[in-house]
């Protein structure tokens, strides 16, 4: 949503000062342009992005319209699931949760937490990084080891289509410029017209290049920003719950290996110590009542 308000803001701006100053918009409609720039830009991104490459991109940029970032409500949740989890296992055993990871979405525990489910790539770090201390096959070094190297993985996944990403806006401007180079020869071919139609020719060759410049600082630009901001802000949801289960499965109590889980959290976000543990108990209270 902000994505779109972000992007209307962009555009109202630049054509609402654009119109305050006279200019008239019909010479700003130039499909032409629109199709050598748009179209070597999309070039320039398929050959960039080979094979499998391109349709990450594709999700990526669907990603920077739907998908949203976890509020200080959203890591409270987190932290009160791995409680719950947590205390659970020390209570019935690491075997009993088995049933619970093999169908998060028929848990009865998992689905007491509706927007973490919603957050699948997380759901899947968590998923597995449990099986590993419910079927016992990793000490609680290599755990963490085995979690780091898939969060590194994660990190470079998000990273690649950001680079692609920017790399074509960077490619933006001198394509806006090619554009207006090929709008000055076709100018070059009416220096027999009159003034006025000289003068239009040169106005549509002029549009290529703001066109160029407006694409790549005004719309890709900051949308691949904003979309490593939301892989960055996923990739620290996944370190809270690497953090938490760790914790954990070096004997830690469970109220203390969410501490380890809510310390990994950024400062803007992380809920404060009293208001964790009251939201434990409740969970703890719920858990009994259940």
Do not use: W
């Not at 969970?283 to 009542?289: E, F, H, L, V, Y």
């Amino acid at each position: 949503m902000f994505t779109i308000i972000g992007l209307v803001v962009v555009f109202g701006a630049v054509l609402g000062g654009f119109g305050m100053a006279g200019g008239p918009f019909p010479v700003l409609i130039q499909p032409n342009e629109l199709v050598v720039i748009g179209g070597a830009a999309l070039g320039t991104l398929i050959v960039a992005a080979p094979g499998k490459m391109r349709g990450r991109v594709m999700g990526t940029l669907a990603k920077s319209f739907t998908g949203s970032m976890p509020s200080k409500g959203d890591y409270l949740e987190l932290l009160k699931l791995q409680y719950e989890l947590f205390t659970f296992m020390r209570k019935n055993g690491a075997v009993a949760l088995d049933e619970h990871v093999s169908d998060v979405e028929k848990s009865a525990i998992f689905k007491k937490y509706p927007s973490f489910l919603k957050r699948h790539h997380a759901v899947d770090f968590f998923r597995d990084a449990l099986k590993q201390i419910v079927n016992g096959t990793a000490s609680a070094e290599e755990l963490d080891v085995l979690l780091d190297a898939e969060l590194d993985t994660h990190h470079e996944e998000v990273a690649i289509p950001v680079q692609l990403l920017k790399t074509t806006g960077d490619s933006l401007p001198g394509l806006g410029i090619v554009a207006a180079v090929l709008g000055i020869v076709i100018t070059m071919g009416h220096l027999d017209g009159g003034p006025e139609e000289i003068g239009h020719h040169v106005a549509a060759a002029l549009v290529g290049t703001f066109l160029g410049i407006l694409l790549s600082y005004g719309f890709v630009g900051p949308m691949a920003s904003g979309i490593e901001a939301r892989g960055n802000d996923e990739s620290r949801c996944l370190a809270v719950l690497k953090a938490g289960v760790v914790g954990f499965a070096k004997g830690l109590p469970p109220i203390v290996a969410t501490e380890f889980a809510r310390r990994a959290i950024v400062d803007d976000l992380r809920p404060t110590f009293a208001a964790m543990e009251s939201a434990c108990k409740e969970a703890n209270k719920r858990a009994q009542a259940a």
